[in-house]
């Protein structure tokens, strides 16, 4: 079947760094996205990888492993306005997205 | 200006009632979606529409029923609604080909049954 992994709950102090990890299963791949959710809001788009490798888009980078299924998103100088939940996204064969629960991110003083 | 707004935004109903949640975008996207979001989080794809065709068709129970006037409107009708239909129900849409994962979605009405 198609399975998405990633942690339920982070917590980070403000201006540090966090990893957040996902593993995927999905009936072939064309590509690995990351939303962010603020609470009470609709998600974001964030990132796309559909090569191996390091995307970086500001204090943000996405990071994907193809062969061993898996991605993490990289958040820099972490900011209180970046407590949210993270949502990563594989796309498979037939386009369709597969969604993980989401990673909250709790981010202290 | 908003890119795909949906209305309303808060539905609170009795059970057994009928309700409808409208979609529009003006993105100019040929695909649209209805998402659920329940409780714990889980985005749950419902239907998806190509420019004014059903492509996807989760299990989801008949009293779900989406419409499509034309590719910028996609409108989800809830007959009989039951207490497990209270959720958050985004509307999204998305460009074709190689950015067709790059959603972008409504604000959310928050359905309560009561």
């Known amino acids: 079947g198609q399975n998405i992994d990633q942690p339920t709950e982070m917590t980070a102090t403000e201006g540090a760094i966090v990893q957040i990890n996902c593993t995927y299963q999905t009936s072939g791949f064309n590509g690995l996205f990351w939303y962010q959710q603020h609470a009470g809001e609709a998600p974001t788009f964030l990132s796309y990888?559909?090569l191996d490798g390091l995307e970086e888009k500001g204090r943000f980078s996405s990071f994907l492993s193809r062969s061993k299924g898996y991605s993490y998103l990289l958040l820099k100088e972490l900011q209180m306005k970046d407590s949210a939940s993270y949502l990563c996204a594989a796309m498979d064969s037939n386009y369709q997205l597969i969604w993980g629960a989401g990673t909250k991110l709790i981010i202290k003083p | 200006d908003t890119a795909v707004s949906q209305t309303p935004k808060y539905l609170v109903t009795q059970m057994g009632n009928d309700k409808s949640i409208k979609c529009e975008q003006n993105?100019?996207?040929?695909?649209m979606y209805w998402y659920k979001q329940d409780s714990k989080k889980f985005l749950k794809i419902m239907f998806s529409y190509n420019n004014k065709e059903l492509i996807i068709n989760e299990t989801v129970p008949n009293r779900f029923s989406p419409k499509s006037p034309d590719k910028a409107h996609l409108n989800l009708h809830i007959n009989s609604l039951e207490l497990g239909d209270s959720a958050v129900y985004f509307c999204a849409s998305s460009p074709q080909g190689r950015d067709a994962g790059e959603l972008f979605f409504g604000e959310g009405s928050r359905l309560t049954v009561l």
């Open positions: 993105l100019g996207h040929d695909t």
């Open positions: 990888n559909v």
